[in-house]
């Protein structure tokens, strides 16, 4: 059974260039978060979907940061540009939206380093 | 806002030691409460839950219980390994699907 796929694993790009980070979430999941992860501030919800339309974007640091959920089975996270200070490891998570408790299940993450 | 304290780290213990991690909450209502385990260079994972008051989650000789009245998850285990070790992170689900997260307590096992 496949879990959270993301890609790229590991990503290193220059100041001002576009980057765009790719997340397959578990089929049947109709829930789908983004998360950043820095030594400083620790985890951070960017934005969270459901049933492909966007519920939640207030963690979404600044207007360079867009997400998208064309289908259920694919989202995209894009900077432009990028910035030094977006390095850090992006990770995709999704889950079973049923009322009750609902596990969240993670991919693997993106490491990302601007220079 | 809902919010998750968990004791800072790092932990340092060695095998066969007793562990505990704690960690408390705020939040309106009773949320779920989770701790969540990151190895090295990977995703999080599930390590347990607990969905109401008293209730106790456990996994791999892990164990956490929902302490209402403290508003307390604190994550125990009674002999840890060297494989026990990596970064838990406690969260909380209050009513809506976002999962509050602490910052982390890195722990590691030594031989």
């Known amino acids: 059974d496949a879990g959270v796929i993301q890609s790229p694993r590991h990503e290193v790009t220059e100041m001002g260039q576009e980057v765009t980070l790719r997340c397959k979430p578990i089929?049947?999941?109709?829930?789908l978060f983004w998360y950043r992860q820095t030594m400083m501030r620790g985890l951070e919800l960017l934005i969270y979907?459901?049933?492909?339309?966007?519920?939640?974007d207030s963690g979404m640091p600044e207007d360079r940061f867009s997400a998208k959920m064309p289908n259920a089975s694919f989202s995209t996270l894009k900077i432009q540009p990028s910035e030094p200070r977006d390095s850090a490891v992006y990770f995709c998570?999704?889950?079973?939206?049923?009322?009750?408790?609902?596990?969240?299940?993670f991919g693997p993450g993106t490491r990302l380093l601007v220079l | 806002g809902d919010s998750v304290t968990q004791m800072e780290g790092p932990v340092t213990l060695s095998e066969e030691a007793f562990l505990t991690i704690n960690c408390t909450y705020t939040?309106?209502?009773?949320?779920?409460l989770f701790w969540y385990v990151q190895y090295p260079g990977e995703g999080l994972q599930l390590l347990l839950k607990?969905?109401?008051?008293?209730d106790k989650g456990s996994n791999k000789g892990f164990e956490a219980t929902y302490r209402k009245e403290t508003t307390s998850f604190h994550l125990e285990k009674g002999s840890v390994q060297v494989s026990d070790s990596a970064v838990y992170f406690c969260?909380?689900?209050?009513?809506?699907?976002?999962?509050?997260f602490g910052k982390g307590t890195k722990l590691t096992v030594n031989p």
């Open positions: 998570a999704s889950s079973l939206r049923t009322g009750g408790v609902e596990t969240q299940y």
């Open positions: 939040a309106t209502g009773y949320p779920s």
């Open positions: 089929s049947g999941h109709n829930s």
């Open positions: 969260a909380a689900q209050g009513g809506s699907e976002k999962l509050v």
């Open positions: 607990a969905t109401k008051a008293d």
């Open positions: 979907f459901n049933n492909n339309v966007p519920i939640d």
